[in-house]
């Protein structure tokens, strides 16, 4: 069984192969990555007890890898006793530590796990204020009638973008620590123009992957004109946003955008050079993951209430079903049925929904241990899903691997295993993070 289908790709560059000698390894290297010179400095991470490159033809079970077993290897490409070399913020080697080449700078992994970095294809992390007691109310059982997402769009609209800004790196600071090396951001919380306009410009400081949702509910200056509103979002409100984004996405559901609605918000983003996501199927059946197939969107988030029918669209689409696990955990709500969405042949992402009022967590180990507990997926297939699954989701071919020609995003676990992301929920495994080759945590 396989973690989903990773959109086509083009074919890596040859691996070196167990017989090749030292020099040869080296000249492959150099030619995955002709942009770097010669003197770029090489760093060879060293002594890694098991490395996820998520190539398959790469690791256990692949004729190509010297840990070659017969009856099968896995998704994830691993590769047991193996070293990667990083040059510039590119990846251009990896296998066996035995043949390694020569570098200029060596680090010794010390018999620990090397996984490409997260990606964390799903968050609202441009907001401020704070839903405690709403959270607290829930978890207690108790009616609540505060404003859910209206009272964090009046706590953002107060806010000035310094405030912004600091809550946005100081949650990046967070999923930084814990592995996450790309992220995805939303908009959401202004609702009118400026609002809007100013939460992405903030976001895109940070980040290119960047997200227009000027749609996650009706605006309250809207009470009683969803229309209006509808076309103030495809209209100033999008002229003003599309500079600073990348994506567009619409919260498809019963309360907020139905099927018609959402189709003009997507189709009117796609129009200034946007591309679709959406929100689908979170709450309630609905016409949201057959709207994104239709659209070729990105992804379908959340993918709760699925039918037959939303199932199968998917599993012959390029549409990623991203699954939220966090805020499953943090509304007590019905949890997607990832083992059928896998089994199907669905591309399955998973991410954490960071947002203040339905799953407040930066933490993708966290958000892993959770699918593999509660949604049914094996580690492997989760670890997959965070890492290739979510660049999947984003269309994005040069990260959540590491192969050379890749970017050089990886972490360091202090464990022998990827494995133990859920075997140890709640540990701090992330001991080293590499972004662009840097170290940076």
């Not at 490395?51 to 998704?75: A, H, I, M, Q, Y």
């Not at 913020?89 to 490409?116: E, I, M």
């Not at 992957?209 to 009470?223: K, N, Q």
């Not at 988030?301 to 990623?320: F, I």
Request: glycine share 8%; charged share 20%.
């Amino acid at each position: 069984m396989t973690p989903g289908r990773p959109p086509p790709r083009p074919a890596p560059e040859p691996a070196p192969t167990a017989d090749q000698a030292t020099e040869d390894a080296m000249s492959n290297a150099t030619t995955v990555s002709p942009a770097h010179s010669a003197s770029t400095a090489s760093t060879l991470i060293t002594n890694i007890a098991a490395l996820v490159t998520n190539d398959p033809s790469l690791g256990w079970g692949s004729p190509r890898s010297s840990k070659f077993e017969s009856g099968g290897g896995s998704p994830l490409g691993l590769i047991q006793d193996a070293a990667v070399v990083i040059e510039g913020d590119h990846v251009v080697w990896t296998g066996d530590q035995s043949k390694a080449p020569a570098t200029d700078n060596r680090v010794d992994a010390g018999g620990r796990a090397v996984l490409p970095g997260f990606v964390d294809s799903h968050s609202h992390l441009v907001f401020a204020g704070d839903r405690t007691q709403e959270f607290n109310a829930r978890m207690s059982g108790r009616a609540y009638s505060a404003g859910g997402i209206r009272t964090t769009v009046a706590a953002t609209r107060a806010a000035t973008d310094a405030e912004l800004e600091a809550g946005l790196t100081r949650y990046l600071a967070e999923a930084l620590r814990q592995g996450t090396t790309t992220f995805e951001t939303k908009s959401g919380y202004g609702l009118t123009v400026e609002d809007e306009a100013r939460a992405l410009r903030i976001a895109a400081a940070h980040t290119d992957e960047v997200t227009y949702l000027g749609a996650h509910i009706v605006s309250p200056d809207y009470p009683d004109d969803p229309a209006g509103y509808v076309s103030l979002v495809t209209g100033e409100m999008l002229d003003a946003c599309a500079p600073y984004a990348r994506w567009i996405d619409v919260f498809c559901e019963k309360g907020a955008f139905d099927g018609d609605q959402a189709r003009a918000i997507l189709m009117a983003g796609k129009a200034k050079g946007l591309h679709p996501r959406i929100h689908a199927n979170q709450l309630s059946y609905g016409p949201g993951v057959q709207l994104a197939v239709e659209l070729d969107a990105a992804s379908a988030d959340h993918c709760t209430h699925l039918t037959a029918e939303d199932v199968d669209a998917l599993a012959n689409s390029r549409t990623v079903a991203t699954l939220l696990p966090g805020a499953e955990f943090s509304t007590r709500a019905e949890w997607p049925n990832a083992r059928r969405l896998l089994d199907a042949g669905v591309t399955v992402a998973l991410s954490t929904d960071c947002n203040p009022g339905s799953s407040f967590t930066s933490s993708v180990p966290f958000c892993i241990a959770l699918a593999v507990r509660d949604m049914r997926m094996t580690p492997d297939e989760a670890v997959w899903s965070a890492t290739a699954g979510g660049a999947a989701a984003l269309r994005r071919e040069d990260i959540g691997r590491l192969t050379p020609g890749a970017c050089a995003d990886l972490i360091l676990l202090d464990a022998p295993s990827h494995v133990h992301l859920a075997y140890r929920p709640g540990v701090p495994l992330v001991s080293g993070v590499w972004r662009r080759g840097t170290r940076v945590a």
